[in-house]
């Protein structure tokens, strides 16, 4: 028989399926984690650690403490009363506890004879029938001498459903062993002290001094500080390479954008506002330049972003080119496409729509327009990046709200534009973040902001309420829905899964469909196809269901100005920005609409500084700013909130003061030492340069 050929020589870039206890399956969970090579597993670092190092007696147990107790079974029996449960009490010299179990499988209470050592982990809590833990993880033996304890801290990692921690712990040993037989995690990286790469990854994966548990929780242990250092610096290496590189090229120069903000602003039953007018003089600089744009635009929910990008849009058509504006969902893309066509239609302009939804005629058509370089304007989703869609002659691209559209895809732009020059981008956020923050989150784009909102705007009136009464919300949207007004309800759970948000979601659907059976309720979760998402939304836009309930998909852009009232689950744990994301979606109508916030009672102090917050303003940097202030350091927020999602442990709010440190290092080392960049925006970047030489 052939022998099979030797697998090839482990490295960091090998895939992690060659890892031995990697089948398909975990390979596949790996990658919804975003771990694809070895090296990305190493880079998945720890969310937090626990203890496993000491057994700690019964009677010293502090209420809700996490930790190792070993002790000998009294007694266990099944219980079927409020709920089956596996109930089992345990002795110590110091005392005795109840563990609980509610899953469980029935060879489990013989394994858990009278007599037998248990050695488990978990959280006590001190409850009326004494200390209890609820499904601790623990083993089994004949002896207390059987059992071992861990000699260091045990990792727990970010994981998703069906990926437990122990598995998750023996791929990231194998990675380590991988990572040190290779030469480049050993060098040190100039201008960064601290440990070398490998030496800081060990001490994360594994740390063993004792102090280390507290330094860790706060992002202050020396090895952590040498890995953010390294990947603020490779995001900004990667940044600003970026920039450099589309700057590089020629882009066409587009002039007169006055003229079109005239003639647009000829249709329109009221005037730009100051801001909108400021911010179009910054773009109608960057056009008539012979490079390309690179231009951020951060305005509030409701600033009139669109009116702004139709400006620049126009001025490209009449200088002869193609302008295209791209928006995350199929829905917001029709929604813009049908401003734009009354905006356009009495200018002569032609407004193609090009999305998945097209029927293949339809599509055809519409392709071969755009191939043949007529001018006009192009509304589409991320189907527009498809190979086979040529713009003849674009010459300018508008992304709306950006955090949904990756570096790459907007590097891959390059190529998509009129022989030989480059697209000019406008990039469109309603995260306002404020602007030092924004400087370096997109250190490859300038910023203008729209800091006003258009005149005679009602406020969204907003109330904090606790979850206890939960009927009266429920009757205050029957009378909404009954003046013919349409109602969010948005359900958010944090720090859990997709399906987990999906089933809240489902399970108050059917609560609000027993509550209000006289309304038509629409459901939309993370969970669903989706085109299942885009008919939901779609029915709620027409009116066909008065009621829509929904888990965070919702937040970005959809119009629908009917809607006048919405409920936000678990108000106290969502970040404040995102919160005025989502209150965005009403207020958007005539009439006054409000917010109600539900939460979980007790509220801590600064949960209710937060919701009060809320209440007080309806300024989204105001809100922004201030949610950076309440927040803590060493609080994993924000990434989101920023747009930076590709960071693996680095926060721009909480490291904000290391990253000005790394700012001229990256001019430096992107001038002076261009391997050593390319390295660090490979390993932490990912596959950045498949687009272009560092
Ligand atoms: P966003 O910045 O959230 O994208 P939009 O561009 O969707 O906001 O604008 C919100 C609404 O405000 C739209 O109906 C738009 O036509 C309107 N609008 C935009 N600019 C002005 C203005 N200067 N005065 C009055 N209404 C405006
Ligand atoms: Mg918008």
């Known amino acids: 028989m052939p022998k099979k050929p030797a697998p090839p020589p482990l490295t960091l870039e090998t895939a992690v399926t060659f890892l031995k206890g990697c089948g ?4 596949q969970r790996l990658a919804q984690l975003g771990i694809e090579t070895v090296a990305d597993l190493l880079l998945h670092l720890p969310s937090r650690y626990e203890d496993r190092r000491h057994c700690t007696t019964f009677s010293a147990w502090a209420d809700g403490a996490e930790g190792v107790f070993r002790a000998r079974v009294l007694h266990s029996e099944v219980r079927f009363a409020p709920r089956r449960s596996l109930r089992v009490l345990v002795e ?9 179990l509610f899953h469980f499988h029935p060879n489990q209470q013989t394994l858990l004879a009278p007599g037998r050592w248990v050695q488990g982990f978990g959280t006590g809590r001190i409850t009326r029938e004494g200390l209890t833990f609820v499904h601790p993880t623990f083993e089994v033996a004949d002896s207390a001498d059987a059992f071992v304890l861990e000699p260091h801290l045990t990792p727990v990692y970010p994981t998703t459903q069906g990926l437990a921690q122990p598995r998750l712990r023996s791929l990231v040993e194998r990675a380590l062993a991988v990572a040190a037989e290779d030469a480049a995690f050993q060098q040190p990286v100039p201008g960064i002290d601290g440990p070398e790469t490998l030496a800081a990854l060990n001490q994360l994966h594994r740390p063993t ?3 280390a548990i507290v330094a860790l929780a706060r992002f202050e242990h020396p090895a952590q500080r040498r890995l953010i250092d390294e990947e603020l610096l490779a995001h900004q290496l990667s940044l600003r390479w970026l920039r450099r590189t589309l700057q590089q090229r020629p882009a066409p120069a587009i002039g007169a954008l006055a003229e079109a903000q005239t003639a647009l602003s000829a249709g329109l039953p009221f005037a730009l506002t100051g801001a909108q007018q400021r911010v179009l003089t910054e773009i109608g600089h960057d056009l008539e330049q012979r490079r390309p744009m690179l231009r951020l635009v951060q305005g509030d929910v409701g600033a009139g972003k669109t009116l702004v990008a139709a400006v620049a849009m126009l001025a490209a058509v009449r200088a002869g080119f193609q302008a295209a504006l791209m928006a995350p969902t199929e829905l917001l893309a029709e929604q813009h496409a049908r401003s734009f066509q009354t905006w356009f239609a009495p200018l002569g302009i032609e407004v193609t729509l090009l999305t998945g939804r097209l029927r293949k005629k339809e599509r055809d058509a519409a392709l071969a327009q755009l191939q043949a370089g007529h001018s006009g304007v192009l509304v589409g989703t991320h189907a527009l990046f498809q190979d086979e869609v040529r713009l003849a002659r674009l010459g300018l691209l508008v992304i709306d709200e950006q955090h ?3 570096v790459q895809q907007r590097l891959a732009l390059r190529d998509k534009g009129p022989e030989g020059l480059t697209p000019h981008q406008l990039i469109m956020s309603a995260t306002p973040i404020p602007r030092t923050l924004a400087q370096t989150v997109h250190a490859d784009l300038d910023i203008s902001v729209i800091d006003e909102l258009p005149p005679g705007r009602t406020p969204v009136r907003t109330v904090a309420m606790s979850n206890s009464r939960r009927s009266e919300v429920f009757a205050r949207i029957g009378e909404v829905c009954a003046q013919g007004r349409q109602a969010y309800w948005v359900c958010t759970l944090v720090e859990v899964s997709d399906q987990l948000e999906a089933q809240a979601a489902e399970e108050t659907a059917a609560q609000l469909r027993e509550a209000l059976p006289q309304l038509q309720v629409g459901l939309v979760h993370g969970r669903m196809r989706g085109e299942d ?7 709620f836009k027409e009116g066909r269901t008065q009621l829509l309930v929904a888990t965070t998909v919702i937040e970005v852009g959809v119009d629908v100005p ?10 106290e744990r969502l970040g404040l920005s995102q919160l005025h994301q989502l209150r965005g979606r009403v207020g958007r109508g005539s009439v006054e609409s409000q917010c109600v916030l539900l939460y979980q009672p007790p509220l801590s102090e600064m949960a209710r500084a937060r919701l009060g917050v809320m209440r007080q303003s309806n300024d989204g940097f105001v809100i922004a700013r201030t949610d950076l202030e309440l927040r803590g350091p060493g609080e994993l927020l924000g990434r989101r909130q920023t747009g930076l999602v590709g960071l693996k442990i680095a926060d721009p709010v909480r490291d904000a003061a290391r990253v000005a440190r790394l700012q001229p290092l990256a001019d430096e080392l992107l001038a002076s030492a261009p391997t050593v960049a390319r390295r660090l925006i490979r390993r932490w970047v990912g596959d950045f340069d498949r687009y272009g030489q560092v």
Request: avoid cysteine; charged fraction near 30%.
């Open 24 to 27: 398909p399956q975990v390979a």
């Open 404 to 406: 949904r559209f990756g």
């Open 209 to 211: 001094a004792d102090d």
């Open 562 to 571: 009917n809607a006048s009232i919405m409920i936000i689950e678990n108000a």
């Open 533 to 539: 998402k885009e008919a939901q939304m779609r029915a």
């Open 92 to 100: 110590d010299d110091s005392g005795t506890a109840l563990l609980r």
